[in-house]
């Protein structure tokens, strides 16, 4: 039983449910208290604003360097810590379950400690992007490892290859795909530690200007900032399906 | 050569092989390590394990801590048991009306990729500094990942199993309870994984944002006033709660579905 419908029906309904999502923001906004709910018009008039201002890519471009710079150290270490377990099988087997317990962690608990240590610079918010990030790209860079077959090891061995080769034709080309759907799961943990250390440690970026939003009642404010930040996550976690999609073909999963 | 002489020489199990031995290894050197550094490197306040461990008994005996970490998990999982429900609900719709999946799908994506965190300032407009809008944020954090999931994992129902329920003139709502919703199971699970761990960070969040008494606050309360030993056991107890929520999953996926054996 699957409930049919065409291509142009799909297309229909889809246009008329934004729409009608679009008629509902806007009504719900005229009928409710300034302070609980912005209409749609004016939204998009301060979103309008705000961009011409500059003032949305200055914020925007703030957060995303936060984000990089915390997701790109986490793949920086995650992946290559990842790979080194294909080839050091013992140290894989002690520190595996440990690995696994961290990326089951809350990591956002930990922000109350990291402000009180490292106070309001750059840093610490970097530290908590990567924190967020790093275990989802380790985590499954050590499945990709663990599934590496010894026979291509042995097989590399014995055409005497030298470590560096062996890393360049075997490790890395069979770990890269689980290495990128640890990226992918990075990327949505990543945003959310973003916000959090926008939020928690010095204000800055996108979540600075919803937090001053929230404090002045100003609805439009919130609004216009929360559909840069979901417009910002559509693109980044596309993204990473996109890399993911690309690299788990090569893997020969995607048949 | 003797038999003693023999077994003699079949080589002992070695202890380094042993993946026990290597883990608690393991486990000792971090926690030393952890010890050492803050010892030597870090101010007296901050949280080390023997600090830690020294904490343990007096916060875990605290009848105001057991209401917190109560409060905070009865949330999670109130929070958790609406998404199951409502979630699947969608999901099963949208993986099998192609109609409701194209209605939906726009809102339904782009909230999944949303950081629960930022929808924290409009929970408390809505809820208040209340502990409603921690249940918000939980469900809304765990909701959209039990959909996508749900959906998927209707959507890949194989289609000799719809036949057989139309050749038997199964009714829809008999074929979407008895075929699709354990056919999709495995994803279900898959999903509520995900959805825990989202909710659990939801809580904390919440906690921090709104100081509703809870895990979330009685972290950052504690760590304000430099207590960061007594603070860190509430990080044990969140990490405890998600393992164990974590291992209860996989018991369940491998008790009642040993078909959908992880590839």
């Known amino acids: ?38 209409p ?12 011409a201002g500059g003032v949305l890519a200055a914020r925007a471009a703030s957060s995303l360097t936060l984000f990089f710079s915390g997701f790109a150290l986490a793949v920086a270490v995650g992946a290559p810590l990842g790979v080194l377990m294909a080839r050091a099988a013992r140290l894989r087997i002690a520190i595996e379950p440990y690995v696994m317990v961290l990326y089951a962690t809350p990591m956002v608990a930990l922000v109350p400690f990291i402000l009180s240590m490292m106070g309001f610079g750059f840093a610490p918010k970097v530290l908590v992007v990567f924190l967020f990030a790093v275990f989802p790209v380790l985590y499954n860079t050590i499945e990709g490892a663990r599934s590496v077959r010894p026979e291509l090891v ?11 080769a062996l890393w ?88 | 050569m003797s038999r003693a002489e023999a077994l003699a020489a079949v080589p002992a199990p070695r ?4 993946p026990w031995f290597l883990r608690l290894a393991a486990g ?47 949330a999670v999982l109130a929070g958790l048991a ?20 194209a209605g939906l799908r726009y809102y339904v994506n782009s909230l999944f990729a949303t950081p629960m965190v930022a929808i924290l300032p409009f929970a408390t407009l809505w809820f208040g500094y209340t502990g409603d809008a921690r249940l918000a944020v939980v469900a809304f954090a765990a909701f959209f990942s039990i959909t996508v999931n749900a959906a998927d994992g209707a959507r890949s129902v194989p289609r000799e199993y719809l036949e057989v329920a139309g050749a038997f003139r199964a009714t829809g709502w008999r074929t979407v309870l008895d075929v699709v919703l354990p056919a999709s199971l495995p994803y279900l ?75």
């Open chain 2, 189 to 263: 699970i898959a999903g509520v994984r995900l959805a825990a761990g989202r909710a659990l960070v939801g809580a904390v969040v919440a906690e921090f944002f709104t100081s509703v008494p809870g895990l979330g606050y009685y972290i950052l309360f504690n760590s304000r006033t430099f207590k960061h030993d007594e603070a860190f056991v509430a990080v044990v107890v969140l990490v405890v709660a998600g393992v164990t929520f974590e291992a209860l999953l996989n018991w369940l996926a491998r008790r009642y579905l040993p078909w959908a054996r992880r590839s």
């Open chain 1, 154 to 164: 042995e097989v590399a061995q014995s055409f005497r290859s030298g470590e560096w």
């Open chain 1, 1 to 38: 039983m699957i409930l049919p419908g065409h291509r142009w029906q799909a297309r229909a309904v889809a246009l008329a449910s934004l729409a009608l999502g679009a008629a509902l923001w806007e009504l719900a906004g005229q009928r409710t208290a300034d302070a609980l709910w912005a």
């Open chain 1, 168 to 255: 360049r034709d075997v490790l890395i080309p069979y770990t890269l795909p689980y290495a990128m759907t640890g990226a992918r799961l990075a990327i949505g943990r990543g945003l959310v530690g973003m916000v959090a250390a926008e939020f928690f440690l010095s204000p800055s970026g996108l979540g600075q200007e919803i937090m001053m939003g929230s404090q002045n009642f100003d609805t439009t404010l919130m609004l216009a900032t929360l559909l840069v930040i979901v417009a910002l996550g559509v693109a980044l976690i596309d993204l990473g399906s996109a890399l993911e999609r690309r690299f788990s073909r090569w893997r020969g999963l995607d048949r």
């Open chain 1, 40 to 51: 749609l018009s004016g939204t998009l008039a301060r979103l309008w604003e705000l961009a």
């Open chain 2, 15 to 18: 202890l380094l092989d042993s």
């Open chain 2, 28 to 74: 000792a050197a971090l926690l030393l390590a952890w010890e050492l550094v803050v010892r030597g490197f870090a101010p007296g306040y901050v949280a080390r394990p023997s600090g830690v461990a020294r904490a343990l008994w007096p916060v875990l005996s605290d009848a105001k801590f057991l209401a917190a970490a109560g409060a905070t998990l009865g």
């Open chain 2, 82 to 101: 609406i998404s199951i429900v409502a979630g699947t609900a969608v999901g099963m719709l949208m993986g099998r009306a192609r109609l409701v999946e």
